[in-house]
């Protein structure tokens, strides 16, 4: 008995020795490639900030982190209900930012927060009741051993998740670690049309412009892409802690190819860039580029959002061009806006029996009220390019017109105005009739104060729609009252530029385009860059809430056009 005894004990000894090489091996590759991996460029995992009982952070989603060298900042958007102070600490009582959209009541959302005063100062200068406010919170991550044991056992439980396909925040390398706040600060999201107006002019116009529309001609890290273009890029937050980031190219091959719409307005503002004959573009033939980026159309509309407007606009652009490929670019934005005028029309009863409102989910049905202003268009391109083709008569307009003025009678929105507004302003326009400016005016009578529709609670919805959409009140009123359409312009701009205190950047897109390695073979570098980004939150009380960033072409583009059309270069 002592000798089976003993014979076992012999062989886990035996078993113990042989693995004990292995586990040796095993530690070093590990920890090895844990630390190479770490000190690299692009790690294999990121360290992230654990929340788990922080009562703000729990209440009040927080978007991927800014980082900066060995730190990470989280911003909380809120509205401050109030605030107590004593002699260490501040506390803090408010709710989401956008509780609104996506909960009943604030009683279900509310949180209290408390900050100590040895890791930051209040200014209280404008802060009260309701008061909207970006409450952020940084955290040191150092270079330490500390760090260094979080991020070798995230390696390893991303390494299994991955081969055992396990649905953790490891799988796609977000390593959530516990830190304390080493500093917060508290802004306040909202300015005056003063400070706005003050913000924007401290940026050249014309680098503004070229770097809005370098973002999305390049890739991700900064290089000119001759063969596609960015239609958009998203970052998200997402409910079980994971952050994901993602570019999507209108490429050759046809895995999401673009939709007419959206390629004629990258030409737009193609065409507009080599209206301006900007010297850091020398080496990029772009009359190639717009006729590779019109080869990359959907012969079918999914959206019909301003094509014949951004069409004249090209054709425009490219007056003093009579190459034939500029000549084959007009045609082209002839015949964009020629066939999408057709596929509003044929749809155009279909979506009237249907009609609930406005909306600009999906394909949207904005085009009901478009259609007078784009058929205005469509007869300004086939004046300006000369050609033989029937136009639309006035009573077609007025009457489009006409439907248009009476389909949202009884729910009248701001964004339905102001494409109403631009119909007038068109109609006068061409046909110097008094009426259509009596119309204008009354319509103008009646849109609220853009200064400050949007701050504080959101109290309409037009604040929620993309960009594009709310931009055109911009477009509108520029016919007749500039300063009101700067306003819009300034308020879009800093609610939305990612430089801006008041937005939310693309981090994700941030940290890779300054930390992945370059290559001097890649192509043309373009440096300047910018975007104007979207935040949407979705989910609720009970699942839960995911956050997303979405920087679009068009929402771009159309800020561009009217910086090219309407503000003076400084």
């Not at 062989?11 to 770490?38: D, E, H, K, N, R």
């Not at 772009?286 to 079918?300: D, G, K, N, R």
């Not at 009901?368 to 050609?387: D, G, Q």
């Not at 929620?464 to 709310?470: D, F, G, V």
Request: charged share 25%; net charge negative.
């Amino acid at each position: 008995m002592k000798k089976e005894e003993k014979r076992r004990k012999n062989i886990l000894s035996y078993i113990a020795l042989s693995l004990l090489p292995l586990l040796m091996i095993f530690l070093s590759i590990w920890l090895g490639l844990s630390y190479l991996t770490m000190k690299s460029d692009s790690p294999y995992v990121a360290l992230m900030i654990d929340f788990k009982g922080n009562s703000l952070a729990e209440k009040v989603k927080a978007d991927f982190p800014k980082k900066e060298k060995n730190s990470l900042t989280y911003s909380f958007p809120v509205i401050l209900e109030q605030y107590t102070e004593t002699d260490d600490e501040y506390t803090f009582v408010g709710i989401p930012y956008n509780y609104s959209f996506y909960y009943e009541s604030r009683d279900e959302v509310r949180f209290e927060y408390t900050l100590p005063k040895s890791k930051g100062q209040l200014d209280s200068t404008g802060i009260g009741p309701n008061a909207p406010l970006v409450i952020s919170l940084k955290y040191r991550l150092e270079n330490n051993f500390e760090s260094f044991k979080d991020y070798s056992l995230c390696a390893l439980k991303k390494f299994y998740s991955g081969l055992f396909k396990l649905s953790s925040p490891c799988t796609d390398g977000n390593c959530l670690v516990q830190r304390d706040v080493i500093e917060w600060s508290v802004e306040t999201k909202d300015k005056d049309s003063v400070a706005k107006a003050e913000y924007f002019n401290n940026y050249d116009i014309d680098a503004l412009i070229r770097g809005l529309f370098n973002f999305y001609i390049t890739d991700d890290l900064g290089y000119f892409k001759g063969d596609s273009f960015k239609l958009r890029s998203t970052q998200g937050s997402m409910l079980d802690d994971r952050f994901t980031f993602d570019s999507v190219f209108v490429e050759p091959s046809g895995v999401l190819p673009g939709d007419s719409s959206t390629t004629m307005w990258m030409l737009s503002g193609i065409s507009g860039i080599y209206s301006k004959t900007y010297t850091q573009y020398d080496d990029i033939d772009l009359i190639a580029y717009m006729e590779t980026v019109s080869s990359l159309a959907s012969e079918e509309f999914t959206q019909m959002y301003l094509v014949c407007q951004v069409g004249y606009d090209t054709v425009q652009n490219l007056e003093g061009c009579n190459s034939s490929s500029c000549e084959n670019i007009k045609k082209f934005a002839y015949n964009q806006c020629k066939e999408s005028l057709e596929t509003s029309l044929s749809l155009y009863d279909s979506y009237i029996e249907e009609y609930h409102g406005y909306h600009d989910t999906g394909s949207g049905n904005v085009f009901l009220w478009t259609l007078p202003s784009e058929m205005i268009y469509f007869n300004k391109i086939v004046e300006a390019l000369n050609l033989n083709s029937p136009r639309y008569s006035k009573n077609d307009i007025v009457s489009y017109n006409t439907k248009a003025e009476a389909l949202d009678e009884q729910r009248q929105t701001v964004v339905v105005d102001c494409h109403l507004l631009k119909n007038a302003e068109e109609m006068y326009s061409v046909y110097k009739d008094v009426t259509y400016l009596n119309k204008a005016d009354k319509i103008i009578s009646g849109l609220p104060n853009f200064e400050d529709l949007c701050d504080g609670i959101v109290r309409d919805g037009f604040c929620s729609l993309p960009i594009s959409r709310k931009i055109v009140c911009a477009d509108a009123i520029m016919y007749r009252d500039r300063g009101v359409a700067l306003d819009i312009i300034y308020d879009l701009f800093y609610r939305h530029y990612f430089e801006s205190p008041s937005s939310f950047p693309l981090t994700a897109y941030e940290s890779f385009r300054r930390d992945y390695p370059r290559s001097d073979t890649e192509g043309t570098l373009l440096d300047e860059y910018g975007y104007l980004s979207t935040r949407r939150e979705i989910g609720g009380s009970d699942e839960g809430l995911s956050i997303s960033l979405l920087s679009d072409m068009i929402d771009s583009y159309y800020f561009i056009n009217l910086l090219f059309k309407n503000i003076n270069e400084k």
